[in-house]
């Protein structure tokens, strides 16, 4: 299946998947040893609490084309696809989860994008077998992501994606913090395409994202490609000051025109108009922190992911 050179890697993460790794692999090789091209299996273990780790290094001894790429903890997932990229040798790079939430039946598709001259193959998820809460929160999230950042894709979510070389070479030349992967890669592609794919329920295990990991993941996404969230805050700004004069002006000319009596009994208004104006302050603050804490994290140049080893079988 793999020699010297290789044609394609898949890429995969893994965070405590002991249950799926098996699996997935009894589905998986099938699939790439019908492929033409020489293949190679990058198993990212992203500081796995359970089995996954001893699971892989005893597959390491059963099968060729396989690589281990083992994390010092657990950096998340968009780190440990970065890890993957940076030992991935092949001139395509597929990457996809390890649950069979994308049934690897679904590569050759996304080989024959790369064969037509395509170097980044976007999917969207047919049938997305999610929780309605998580397919409603990411409708909303691809519509804003693609209105803010102007990169016009339809489904962000879904990782079985391919990159060609160069555009991985791109990725890996910007380590930016907390990098999304899918949409970055849009910035570096000439020619990319996005297919229908299938997508399965998770075969094992619970899903590694909280909610609040997801809403971080969101956070990531809009902050990391425009400066439009910090815009709307000067508008919001500009129009919540221009309110405040006005409620403001209104107060002291009612207060004039019916005396101290009704100012006092005004005091609620008063205050509702305060809290109204605090929040928006820390609205405010909260989202340039974010910015702030980002270009911290930047200017530090903190590695996204910190190497264990790496091992290839034959
Ligand atoms: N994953 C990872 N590190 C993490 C969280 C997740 O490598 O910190 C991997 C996980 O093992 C899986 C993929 O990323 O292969 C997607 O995770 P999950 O299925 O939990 O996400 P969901 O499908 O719920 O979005
Ligand atoms: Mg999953």
Not at 9 to 29: A, D, G, H
Not at 64 to 82: D, I, P, S, T, Y
Request: aromatic share 12%.
């Amino acid at each position: 299946m793999c020699g010297d050179q290789v044609d394609l890697s898949v890429v995969i993460p893994m965070y405590n998947e002991e249950e799926n790794i098996r699996p997935l692999f009894e589905r998986l090789f099938p699939v790439l040893e019908r492929l033409v091209y020489k293949s190679e299996v990058v198993c990212v273990n992203d500081g796995s609490r359970d089995g996954t780790l001893s699971i892989l290094e005893d597959e390491l001894k059963r099968r060729g084309c396989l690589v281990v790429v083992n994390l010092a903890r657990n950096f998340g997932q968009h780190a440990a696809v970065m890890a993957g990229f940076s030992k991935a040798r092949g001139k395509w790079i597929i990457t996809m989860d390890a649950d069979l939430q994308n049934p690897p039946e679904e590569i050759p598709k996304i080989v024959r994008e790369f064969e037509k001259g395509h170097d980044l193959v976007g999917t969207i998820r047919k049938g997305r077998k999610d929780t309605f809460f998580r397919r409603f929160a990411s409708r909303i999230t691809n519509r804003l992501v693609s209105r803010i950042s102007g990169i016009n894709l339809q489904d962000f979510g879904c990782m079985l994606r391919g990159y060609s070389r160069e555009v991985v070479k791109g990725i890996l030349e910007n380590p930016e913090y907390r990098t999304f992967i899918p949409a970055l890669a849009t910035f570096f592609a000439k020619n990319p395409v996005e297919i229908m794919v299938e997508h399965e329920e998770r075969a094992g295990g619970e899903s590694k994202y909280s909610l609040l990991r997801l809403f971080s993941l969101q956070l990531d996404l809009m902050t990391g490609f425009s400066m439009w969230p910090l815009r709307i805050l000067f508008f919001v700004g500009t129009g919540v000051a221009i309110l405040g004069l006005f409620l403001a002006t209104l107060i002291i000319i009612l207060r004039l025109c019916y005396g101290p009596e009704w100012a006092a009994q005004g005091v609620f208004t008063l205050f509702s108009a305060l809290f109204f104006l605090v929040g928006c302050q820390f609205f405010a603050l909260g989202l340039l922190g974010e910015y702030i804490g980002r270009i911290f994290q930047a200017v530090r140049k903190r590695p996204t992911y910190i190497l264990g080893w790496v091992k290839y079988s034959n």
